[in-house]
């Protein structure tokens, strides 16, 4: 099995990932990017995906069943959303080329200084954050926040009856800034593409291309240089050692059921981590566990969090759309939150009853998880205690939140037969709801938080690597990723963050260690 050889090897195109490849090819360095998901291109006929309505195995990594909402057998394929079961948590991620971006709710969010400072390390300014690196990664994906045609068409009511609410609470309410085009929204509002978008579709990925995802971004610009080849459907099995200062990569070419076509292996002098908080935690936990990585250090594995992610159903007195408009598009803050910030963003549920708002709550979890090796399956596997005391209080924090709105928001049921009973009421897309789907009695909102999407940590800044993510015991060998956030971005969804510290890592690396 001869190996091929490359300057730059990176391992994932999500937004760590793809930043390196193209920072890396800027300077001229031959860069070979190993995805183990595949190419998600738009079609005109929008059937790149399929969706909520009708799922396949595109939306799931080689599962027979779905892993969002209530699951459904389909074909093992290599499908977008893969679902990590681990000890206290689950987990979902992404697999294809551009990563996390082909399935995020396009939220670009910036977390505040002083949510940044209770986080990060004092040695990473903020300002240096806020005046050069988000804005780079903003430069590039070109994000902007929901027009106002938009927003008032009956498809975003859900978000329009959020605002409200949140503003007789007296609580702060912004437009995020998201990477969508909304000209596509557009279009689809016009009948010009299939609803999609305003369908409520998100994390099966949006047929009609508004998402402004990293493979017609970062990775078309890293290609155009000339100096990445990207692999798609390469699954990563093994990092090791090759000599003095080198790395050897084996990784499995498989097709689209998953089946191994062949095993091939890379060698390189510089390695770049990118396959996620959950990827690379446990890649090298494996490996320094195996004998392959023995001198990483013991923070490697250590400090991983849920991003504070929880999430809730609320009854309200009025017409929603719960089912409609997305991407999520406005943020509500209580940052002043007693117990722990909080923000929430309101996204629509494909299946929910009408007189429902759906939404997502980040804040700071207090105690962070770790990954521990199983020699008996081979495997890492990641520890997070959802009950501990600290970790409490992440639920206890926005529950005050949601009491907050539901005081100042009481709940009447609508009466029958009025535009505001669900029964009666025409959603453009679903048509009239099922008997019994509406909302018939206000519960007290209690937030849950047994899943994320927002995994952070496992090979932290300032411990398992130094600032700029060189991992500590080895020349060569970096993480510019998820796994680099100590437990959560701050407040926020994680995209923008992990991007700006990418950018901030391969600034500094490409200066001093390709000089």
């Given at each position: 099995m001869?190996?091929?050889n490359?300057?730059?090897?990176v391992?994932?195109?999500?937004?760590g990932?793809?930043?390196?490849?193209?920072?890396l090819?800027?300077k001229?360095?031959?860069?070979?990017?190993?995805e183990?998901?595949?190419?998600?291109?738009?079609?005109e006929k929008q059937?790149?995906f399929?969706t909520?309505?009708?799922p396949?195995?595109?939306?799931?990594?080689?599962?027979?069943?779905?892993?969002?909402f209530?699951?459904k057998p389909?074909d093992?394929?290599v499908g977008?959303?893969?679902?990590?079961i681990?000890?206290?948590?689950?987990?979902?991620?992404?697999?294809?080329?551009?990563?996390?971006?082909?399935?995020?709710?396009t939220?670009?969010?910036?977390?505040?200084?002083?949510?940044?400072?209770?986080?990060?390390?004092?040695?990473?300014?903020y300002?240096e954050?806020d005046a050069?690196?988000?804005p780079?990664?903003?430069e590039i994906?070109?994000p902007s926040?929901?027009?106002g045609?938009i927003?008032e068409?009956?498809?975003?009511?859900?978000?329009?009856?959020?605002?409200?609410?949140a503003?007789f609470?007296g609580?702060?309410?912004?437009?995020?800034?998201?990477?969508?085009n909304?000209d596509?929204?557009?279009?689809?509002l016009?009948g010009?593409?299939?609803?999609?978008?305003?369908?409520?579709?998100?994390w099966y990925?949006?047929?009609?291309?508004?998402?402004?995802?990293l493979?017609h971004?970062?990775l078309?610009?890293a290609?155009?240089?000339?100096?990445v080849?990207?692999?798609a459907?390469?699954?990563?099995?093994e990092?090791?050692e090759?000599g003095?200062?080198?790395y050897?990569?084996t990784?499995?070419?498989i097709?689209?059921?998953?089946?191994?076509?062949?095993?091939?292996t890379f060698a390189?002098g510089?390695l770049f981590m990118?396959?996620?908080?959950?990827g690379t935690?446990?890649?090298l936990?494996?490996a320094?566990?195996t004998g392959k990585?023995?001198k990483l250090?013991?923070?490697?594995g250590?400090?991983w969090?849920n991003?504070?992610?929880?999430f809730a159903?609320?009854?309200?007195?009025?017409r929603?759309?719960g089912g409609q408009?997305?991407p999520?598009?406005i943020?509500?803050?209580?940052?002043?939150n007693?117990?722990?910030?909080?923000?929430?963003?309101?996204?629509p549920e494909?299946?929910?009853?009408?007189?429902?708002?759906?939404?997502?709550?980040?804040?700071l979890?207090?105690d962070?998880g770790s990954?521990h090796y199983?020699?008996d399956?081979?495997q890492?596997?990641?520890t997070?205690?959802?009950?501990?005391?600290?970790?409490l209080?992440?639920?206890?924090?926005?529950?005050l939140?949601y009491?907050?709105?539901?005081?100042?928001?009481?709940?009447?049921?609508?009466?029958?037969?009025?535009?505001?009973?669900?029964?009666?009421?025409?959603c453009?897309?679903?048509?009239?709801p099922e008997?019994?789907t509406?909302?018939?009695?206000h519960?007290k909102?209690q937030?849950?938080a047994?899943?994320t999407?927002h995994?952070?940590?496992?090979?932290?800044l300032g411990?398992?690597c130094?600032?700029y993510?060189?991992?500590?015991g080895?020349?060569g060998?970096y993480?510019?990723d998820?796994?680099?956030?100590?437990?959560?971005t701050?407040?926020?969804?994680?995209?923008?963050?992990?991007?700006a510290i990418?950018?901030?890592?391969m600034e500094?690396?490409?200066?001093?260690d390709?000089g």
């Amino acid at each position: 099995m001869a190996e091929e050889n490359y300057e730059a090897i990176v391992i994932g195109s999500g937004f760590g990932g793809s930043i390196a490849a193209y920072r890396l090819a800027q300077k001229g360095i031959k860069t070979l990017i190993l995805e183990r998901g595949k190419w998600w291109p738009i079609t005109e006929k929008q059937d790149t995906f399929c969706t909520y309505r009708e799922p396949d195995g595109r939306a799931a990594w080689l599962n027979d069943k779905t892993v969002l909402f209530e699951p459904k057998p389909i074909d093992r394929y290599v499908g977008l959303l893969e679902q990590h079961i681990e000890d206290g948590i689950t987990v979902w991620c992404a697999a294809g080329v551009g990563g996390g971006s082909l399935v995020y709710n396009t939220v670009l969010y910036q977390p505040s200084r002083a949510n940044w400072d209770r986080v990060f390390p004092a040695e990473m300014s903020y300002d240096e954050m806020d005046a050069v690196y988000y804005p780079r990664v903003r430069e590039i994906i070109e994000p902007s926040p929901i027009p106002g045609d938009i927003l008032e068409s009956d498809y975003y009511l859900s978000t329009r009856a959020m605002a409200e609410q949140a503003a007789f609470a007296g609580l702060k309410v912004k437009r995020a800034s998201l990477g969508s085009n909304w000209d596509v929204v557009r279009q689809e509002l016009k009948g010009d593409k299939k609803p999609s978008a305003i369908a409520g579709e998100i994390w099966y990925g949006i047929n009609s291309g508004v998402k402004r995802s990293l493979d017609h971004n970062y990775l078309a610009l890293a290609q155009e240089t000339g100096h990445v080849t990207i692999l798609a459907l390469h699954q990563v099995t093994e990092i090791a050692e090759d000599g003095q200062n080198g790395y050897r990569v084996t990784c499995e070419r498989i097709d689209e059921h998953g089946e191994v076509q062949e095993v091939r292996t890379f060698a390189t002098g510089s390695l770049f981590m990118a396959a996620g908080s959950m990827g690379t935690s446990k890649m090298l936990v494996r490996a320094k566990a195996t004998g392959k990585l023995p001198k990483l250090n013991d923070y490697v594995g250590q400090f991983w969090g849920n991003n504070g992610d929880t999430f809730a159903t609320r009854k309200v007195s009025m017409r929603t759309n719960g089912g409609q408009g997305g991407p999520a598009s406005i943020i509500i803050e209580h940052h002043d939150n007693p117990i722990l910030p909080q923000a929430l963003i309101v996204f629509p549920e494909w299946d929910a009853p009408e007189g429902t708002l759906t939404t997502l709550g980040m804040t700071l979890p207090a105690d962070l998880g770790s990954f521990h090796y199983d020699p008996d399956t081979d495997q890492a596997r990641l520890t997070f205690r959802l009950d501990s005391p600290g970790n409490l209080k992440m639920l206890e924090a926005v529950n005050l939140t949601y009491a907050l709105l539901d005081e100042n928001n009481p709940y009447e049921m609508p009466v029958e037969g009025s535009l505001n009973f669900s029964g009666h009421y025409f959603c453009p897309i679903n048509g009239f709801p099922e008997p019994g789907t509406q909302s018939t009695a206000h519960d007290k909102t209690q937030a849950g938080a047994g899943v994320t999407a927002h995994p952070c940590g496992g090979v932290v800044l300032g411990k398992a690597c130094d600032l700029y993510g060189r991992v500590l015991g080895y020349q060569g060998l970096y993480v510019v990723d998820g796994a680099l956030i100590p437990g959560c971005t701050a407040v926020t969804n994680p995209a923008l963050t992990i991007a700006a510290i990418a950018e901030r890592c391969m600034e500094d690396i490409v200066a001093k260690d390709f000089g």
